[in-house]
């Protein structure tokens, strides 16, 4: 079983410009059901994808591939036409939000955004624009949601994921494919690896997360990473207390970050003295987390937690 995605999931690329068309051949060539893609200036047209297979994505399908991806005005018609139930968002910066709020119009149930760089204020304007609507947007700045060997929506390299019993979720790309490469090698894979983004408005966060894992029969555990800046780990170190089952290992990037520098992420500085790693570890080791010392410690701490 996984969260989010599964083979049934049918995807539609919002922004098909070079990043967009790369990813989305990425994902087609994993296995990924993309159905459509929304531009605006190229209505009416198709765009060609075609290649070997990656093998390490879903399995029983031929070696090649040779797709036509129909390209559609607007994400209403795109829905109506292909049913699809998914969408990623390649779009630049100043349009992204305007994107995002275009797909939760149309009705669009979940909605991962990978787009870096979006105005707070755009965002803000966006998220609120969610609330009342029942769809679910993963990001910005993400890395995506890969649930393996079944669905591949983002950037994320497919060939370290490994189906498994890890739900994994993390504000850091690049330690997302850390740990996921490191819970394939210790022979745990993954269910779902979800990658919420590091801005400091986003869609989807760490209890959401953690919610979803508990839930999942087959998740039997979950590795979080998250990084220095806001108060989310805190927040799930509250609610894994309060209702967490299963056993979660975790990792805080940023123990030697100096106060009022942004490292990396927009959302990643500490500011007020609030943010910091070692409060964020001193909360989830009082939730019963375990903290791994350092990235390459990801999987041993998960396999600690595991017992």
């Given at each position: 079983m996984s969260v989010l995605v599964n083979k049934d999931t049918k995807v539609l690329v919002q922004g098909l410009g070079k990043t967009g068309s790369f990813h989305t051949d990425k994902a087609i060539a994993y296995g990924t059901n993309m159905v459509g893609a929304v531009h605006p200036s190229r209505a009416g047209q198709t765009e060609s994808f075609s290649g070997e297979t990656d093998h390490s994505g879903v399995q029983g399908r031929q070696n090649t591939y040779s797709v036509e991806l129909p390209i559609f005005r607007s994400l209403i018609e795109a829905v109506d036409a292909t049913g699809a139930n998914a969408s990623v968002v390649y779009v630049p910066p100043p349009f992204?939000?305007?994107?995002?709020?275009?797909?939760?119009?149309?009705?669009?149930p979940l909605i991962i955004c990978i787009t870096e760089g979006i105005p707070v204020a755009d965002m803000v304007i966006a998220k609120r624009y969610l609330q009342d609507r029942d769809v679910r947007l993963v990001g910005p700045n993400c890395p995506g949601v890969i649930t393996p060997q079944e669905c591949k929506i983002g950037i994320m390299p497919g060939y370290i994921h490994t189906p498994g019993k890890i739900g994994v979720v993390s504000r850091s790309g690049t330690l997302t494919y850390e740990a996921v490469h490191q819970l394939t090698l210790s022979g745990l894979g993954q269910t779902t690896a979800?990658?919420?983004?590091?801005d400091p408005v986003n869609g989807t966060n760490f209890v959401d997360c953690l919610k979803l894992f508990n839930d999942d029969p087959d998740t039997e555990g979950v590795i979080m990473i998250g990084e220095i800046g806001g108060t989310a780990e805190e927040e799930a170190a509250e609610w894994i207390t309060a209702n967490m089952n299963k056993p979660v290992a975790g990792f805080i990037a940023g123990t030697s970050a100096p106060p009022g520098k942004r490292m990396g992420h927009a959302g990643a500085i500490i500011s007020g003295g609030k943010g910091t790693a070692a409060a964020k570890i001193e909360a989830l080791e009082a939730a019963g987390v375990v903290i791994a010392p350092t990235p390459t410690d990801m999987g041993t701490a998960m396999l600690q937690a595991m017992g």
């Amino acid at each position: 079983m996984s969260v989010l995605v599964n083979k049934d999931t049918k995807v539609l690329v919002q922004g098909l410009g070079k990043t967009g068309s790369f990813h989305t051949d990425k994902a087609i060539a994993y296995g990924t059901n993309m159905v459509g893609a929304v531009h605006p200036s190229r209505a009416g047209q198709t765009e060609s994808f075609s290649g070997e297979t990656d093998h390490s994505g879903v399995q029983g399908r031929q070696n090649t591939y040779s797709v036509e991806l129909p390209i559609f005005r607007s994400l209403i018609e795109a829905v109506d036409a292909t049913g699809a139930n998914a969408s990623v968002v390649y779009v630049p910066p100043p349009f992204a939000a305007d994107a995002i709020m275009e797909a939760a119009e149309a009705g669009m149930p979940l909605i991962i955004c990978i787009t870096e760089g979006i105005p707070v204020a755009d965002m803000v304007i966006a998220k609120r624009y969610l609330q009342d609507r029942d769809v679910r947007l993963v990001g910005p700045n993400c890395p995506g949601v890969i649930t393996p060997q079944e669905c591949k929506i983002g950037i994320m390299p497919g060939y370290i994921h490994t189906p498994g019993k890890i739900g994994v979720v993390s504000r850091s790309g690049t330690l997302t494919y850390e740990a996921v490469h490191q819970l394939t090698l210790s022979g745990l894979g993954q269910t779902t690896a979800i990658g919420i983004g590091g801005d400091p408005v986003n869609g989807t966060n760490f209890v959401d997360c953690l919610k979803l894992f508990n839930d999942d029969p087959d998740t039997e555990g979950v590795i979080m990473i998250g990084e220095i800046g806001g108060t989310a780990e805190e927040e799930a170190a509250e609610w894994i207390t309060a209702n967490m089952n299963k056993p979660v290992a975790g990792f805080i990037a940023g123990t030697s970050a100096p106060p009022g520098k942004r490292m990396g992420h927009a959302g990643a500085i500490i500011s007020g003295g609030k943010g910091t790693a070692a409060a964020k570890i001193e909360a989830l080791e009082a939730a019963g987390v375990v903290i791994a010392p350092t990235p390459t410690d990801m999987g041993t701490a998960m396999l600690q937690a595991m017992g």
